[in-house]
């Protein structure tokens, strides 16, 4: 990571108006959003979405044929093409062929992309941006920091002494007084301006219709009042039918302001006259700027399917830190990431696809089902193969590939930690290492492994055997979770079966972009859990059930390792996280609560991995009340910790407040113990509050429960 990078990261974690605003807006905006989508079937919605925007990116070139014979039949002038120098030059010269000193453009995020504002600027003409936040920003001489709010990090003293400065003194910090200030002097532009630009949230190929949605009308009086109206379009934006437009209608301004609709829908199907009966000019560009590259890309397709409402920013943890000016360029965030590799270049994505901690909260909301968080893993696989791995990163992935080497290692670092530890946690770390417990204590490492211990458990035989996969956590840290699991599956007159040969699920190799060690990393595990005849391989580790049942096979699938691939099927069908397998013994009678214990207030934390990945957050909660337990509702429970595994080491300046943020949540409630199903959370949050000398206790589900089962 670049050191200009991280001093950008820096300086806004440490802008109190920037992540106070995007802060305040992210916990309206859950609520709002919600309330929008009341009545609806999101899930029905944005399926409908899915599938007619993937449709329309599988026929691009199909659909921007249909839609330029049917624009120009309605006296449309359609140019396409995949320069962007070719779009500057396109409205340059029609700028100088029909006199035009004066544009105003209404929101594109398309002329961003191609810079087209300063090209023209340079050939002497004047350019006026009228949607009120990109003037403020454009007046400020900053680029946009949200796709749709672009001046949310601005407060009103900061665009009032913008006003003064480059406008006309005498602005006060009057939100009213400031927009109404704007739209006098915006008018002014409307009616002096010989040409207009916008974009278009859709483009309706059976019709040649731009479809554009704005909130402040100003998209119109670009739209009407010059005599020449350019649209540049991406041509993600095609789409076959009249009848696509309305699940877009119905989930766009849900999704990005969590407004029931839109204050204006502007459809225009050709050109019409002019306010003073003169025929108005209307040019669509239909711009490509490797948009089929991407469509044809069997991975990056999906992104296609955007609609650029930015609701994914609006629920990411990291994004309501840092902003658009640092989590991203032209698009921010998470989507913004991906569009950057394309649209400028995959290097241009290499710093900003780092601050993704994948968390999945951005593809519980996508109203195009684009599984964000995967394609940014993409990303990171193929810079990766083009930049190679950085040498510490290559020494580390061998040492852990070698599985011997790497659990030798870990034994004499709980002999060499001793000076350094107390009551289970190292608390200090000397010299260059002191920033990993600056927020946080880290757990010692154990005596013994998981692993060890183990071989001492005294077992019942059992009919049924169930395999235990760890996961290093368990192994090397937290032993005791894996002997809690042990004591509750017996119980249920089930052997537990510890496979020696399993390792590293892979996890930190995949997430680095590494696929080749993850990939060995699954085949050595699958070797282990599939040598015994077992009915089910549990896991108390969500990232690494994620990895056993599902990222095994996405990482042959991308390597094309596809002779490995029936193997990571049949483990995949075995794999089951720990608190769904607990919940189906205890339905099944084959485990039982002692009965009639009330036994006080606790909270509960979701790890990001099981609610959104594995789809588990009920079974956790319903086990913990059989048991006798009070659940006490915690405020964005299932936000993440800023754990992120190797992510909290990588970046601790973002991960530190957001787990600072869960702490707060977490005392809020007034409950004495918090539980959570995930041991990277258990370290992460009971490192916290142990930073804290809070008197909060954290525990992992599997130790909770051990205690209450008969």
């Not at 035009?100 to 941006?129: P, R, T």
């Not at 189906?584 to 990001?608: A, M, N, P």
Request: charged share 25%; hydrophobic share 40%; aromatic share 6%.
């Amino acid at each position: 990571m670049e050191t200009k990078f991280r001093e950008s990261i820096n300086k806004a974690l440490h802008n109190p108006n920037l992540t106070g605003a995007l802060g305040r807006f992210s916990e309206a905006y859950r609520i709002s959003r919600q309330k929008a989508y009341e009545g609806y079937d999101f899930e029905a919605l944005r399926t409908q979405i899915a599938e007619r925007k993937s449709y329309a990116a599988s026929h691009l070139d199909e659909l921007a044929d249909l839609f330029t014979k049917n624009a120009e039949a309605r006296g449309t002038k359609v140019f396409r093409t995949n320069d962007p120098a070719k779009v500057r030059e396109y409205i340059l010269n029609l700028a100088r062929e029909n006199g035009v000193k004066s544009i105003v453009k209404s929101k594109s995020m398309a002329s961003e992309e191609i810079h087209l504002n300063k090209h023209l600027e340079l050939a002497g003409i004047e350019v006026g941006e009228t949607d009120l936040g990109e003037w403020i920003v454009q007046l400020a001489g900053q680029t946009p920091s949200h796709m749709v709010m672009p001046a949310i990090h601005m407060t009103k003293e900061e665009v009032a002494t913008v006003f003064n400065e480059q406008v006309e003194e005498g602005q006060k910090p009057d939100i009213p007084k400031l927009v109404k200030f704007a739209r006098a002097k915006l008018r002014t532009k409307f009616l002096n301006a010989e040409m207009g630009i916008t974009g278009a949230n859709i483009a309706v190929a059976e019709t040649g219709t731009l479809v554009i949605v704005t909130n402040e009308g100003n998209a119109r009086l670009v739209t009407t009042l010059p005599k020449i109206h350019v649209a540049i379009v991406g041509l993600e934006k095609l789409m076959e039918k009249f009848e696509d437009v309305v699940p877009v209608l119905t989930a766009l301004p849900k999704s990005a302001t969590a407004q029931l609709l839109t204050s204006y829908v502007s459809m225009i199907s050709g050109p019409v006259p002019n306010t003073d009966g003169t025929p108005k000019q209307l040019h669509i560009i239909l711009m490509d700027n490797r948009r089929t590259e991407m469509s044809q890309d069997p991975k990056f397709k999906q992104a296609m399917q955007c609609i650029r409402c930015a609701s994914c920013l609006n629920v990411c943890p990291v994004f309501r830190l840092v902003g658009g000016h640092v989590f991203g360029k032209v698009y921010t965030g998470g989507i913004g990431t991906i569009l950057t590799a394309w649209f400028d270049a995959l290097k241009s994505s290499d710093d900003i696809q780092s601050l993704c901690i994948q968390c999945g909260n951005c593809t519980e909301v996508c109203p195009g089902k684009i599984d964000i968080p995967g394609l940014i893993l993409e990303l990171r696989r193929r810079l990766a193969v083009e930049n190679g791995q950085p040498l510490a990163q290559k020494a580390i992935f061998s040492v852990v590939n070698n599985r011997s080497l790497f659990h030798s290692m870990l034994r004499a670092a709980s002999l060499m930690q001793k000076p350094l530890q107390k009551d289970g946690f190292i608390r200090h770390l000397p010299f260059f290492l002191s920033e990993m417990t600056e927020f946080r204590s880290l757990p010692a490492i154990a005596e013994a492994p998981f692993r060890d211990t183990f071989k001492k458990i005294k077992q019942p035989a059992g009919k049924e055997k169930i395999a235990f996969y760890a996961g290093c956590l368990i192994d090397f840290a937290y032993p005791e979770m894996g002997e809690s699991l042990v004591k509750i599956l017996n119980k249920a007159g089930i052997e537990v079966v510890f496979p020696e040969g399993q390792t590293c699920c892979g996890a930190p190799a995949r997430y680095s972009g590494a696929y080749e060690v993850a990939a060995q990393n699954a085949n050595d595990n699958i070797n282990a859990l599939l040598a015994n005849h077992v009915t089910y391989v549990v896991s108390a580790c969500p990232t690494c059930t994620v990895a056993l049942k599902k990222e095994f096979i996405s990482t042959f699938e991308s390597l094309g390792q596809t002779a490995s691939l029936p193997r990571a099927h049949e483990l995949a069908n075995k794999v089951i996280d720990f608190s769904s397998l607990v919940k189906k013994l205890v339905d099944e009678g084959r485990l039982k609560f002692k009965e009639g214990q009330q036994l006080g207030k606790i909270t509960y934390h979701d790890s990001c991995h099981l609610k959104r990945t594995l789809h588990v957050s009920q079974q956790p909660r319903e086990l913990l009340t059989q048991a006798g337990y009070e659940v006490a509702k915690m405020y964005e429970a299932d936000m993440c910790c800023g754990m992120g595994g190797s992510y909290s080491l990588k970046l601790p300046e973002i991960s530190a407040p957001i787990l600072e943020r869960k702490l707060t949540n977490i005392k809020n409630t007034g409950a004495p113990l918090v539980v959570m199903d995930c041991p990277g959370c258990v370290m992460q949050i009971r490192g916290g509050l142990d930073k804290q000398t809070s008197t909060i206790k954290v525990e992992h589900t599997v130790q909770r429960l051990a205690c209450e089962l008969e």
